[in-house]
Nanobody, 116 residues
Framework: QVQLVESGGGLVRPGGSLRLFCVVS????????MAWYRQAPGKERELVAT???????TYVDSVKGRFTISRDNAKNTVYLEMNSLEPEDTAVYYC????????WGWGQGTQVTVSS
């Protein structure tokens, strides 16, 4: 069974940075595209960034130039480097596959709060 464990969230001031981690177990991680999602209070879960198994990345417009998705196949880990954080980035962040690939069961997520 595939397990997704997210970590790295926290409380940060506007303009600050965080690096999120997602460790994937129970599958051959290196063959799959991966994605980061977020869900803010009262809102639907939204896609933030994707990365193919060959490390080609795409981003939602609101995070372009501020967030960077990457992966380390040797560590079964996908990362999300977040810079110039804004209060609107406050959400619980999750990793999973892109929807078109079929979602695995969701992890617990990691809370990111951007506030002064």
């Amino acid at each position: 069974q595939v397990q997704l464990v997210e970590s790295g969230g926290g409380l940060v001031r506007p303009g600050g940075s965080l690096r999120l981690f997602c460790v994937v177990s129970g599958t051959i991680f290196s063959v799959y595209p991966m994605a980061w999602y977020r869900q803010a209070p009262g809102k639907e879960r939204e896609l933030v960034a994707t990365i193919t198994n060959r490390a080609y990345a795409t981003y939602v417009d609101s995070v372009k130039g501020r967030f960077t998705i990457s992966r380390d196949n040797a560590k079964n880990t996908v990362y999300l480097e977040m810079n110039s954080l804004e209060p609107e980035d406050t959400a619980v962040y999750y990793c999973n596959r892109p929807r078109v690939s079929g979602w695995w069961g969701w992890g617990q997520g990691t809370q990111v709060t951007v506030s002064s």
